[in-house]
């Protein structure tokens, strides 16, 4: 069983949108083991994306992402973090295929509804950014 980190960003929050999210992980047999509602500071945004710290979208990104609050979700299911990332669709909208939530929810490239790990060494620096051990579930 893999695990992933899933963040509900803050325009999706923000735009009533976290239902719809979280209904299609439930609908595609994706269990959820911890969730919180926070607000990120400027310092842990920059912190959770630092592999992106040189990159030209970085301190938009991080503006972005501690602009209000956000639902961190750890996810569990067979193959999830592949699972989650075909829901989510493209980074780019644009190029994310039909159904997925980027596609139908996403109105800028970086304001793109939710995050979700890459690979099982990026959800475990992920997950422990958000949670300790006691908060997820069995
Ligand atoms: N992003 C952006 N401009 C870009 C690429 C990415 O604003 O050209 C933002 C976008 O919000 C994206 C996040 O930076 O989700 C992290 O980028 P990454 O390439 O890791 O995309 P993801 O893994 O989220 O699909
Ligand atoms: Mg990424």
């Known amino acids: 069983m893999g695990k992933t980190l899933s963040i509900i960003k803050p325009d999706a929050v923000s735009r009533g949108l976290i239902g719809e999210v979280i209904k299609r992980f439930e609908n595609n047999g994706i269990r959820i083991t911890a969730m919180k509602m926070l607000k990120?500071?400027?310092?842990?945004?920059?912190?959770?994306?630092?592999?992106?710290?040189?990159?030209p979208f970085f301190e938009s990104l991080t503006d972005f992402m501690?602009?209000?609050p956000v639902v961190a979700?750890?996810?569990?299911?067979?193959?999830?973090?592949?699972?989650?990332?075909?829901?989510?669709?493209?980074?780019?909208?644009?190029e994310?295929?039909?159904?997925?939530?980027?596609?139908?929810y996403a109105t800028d490239i970086e304001k793109n509804i939710v995050h979700g790990s890459d690979?099982?060494?990026t959800a475990e620096f992920e997950i422990s950014y958000f949670f300790n051990q006691f908060e997820l579930v069995d």
Do not use: C, W
Not at 41 to 50: R, T, V
Not at 75 to 91: C, F
Not at 96 to 104: L, N, V
């Open 40 to 55: 990120m500071s400027k310092k842990q945004a920059q912190g959770f994306y630092a592999v992106h710290r040189e990159k």
């Open 119 to 121: 690979s099982p060494e």
């Open 73 to 94: 979700m750890v996810l569990e299911g067979d193959n999830v973090i592949e699972k989650n990332r075909t829901l989510m669709g493209a980074t780019n909208y644009k």
């Open 66 to 68: 501690s602009s209000g």
């Open 96 to 104: 994310a295929a039909e159904g997925t939530i980027r596609r139908d």
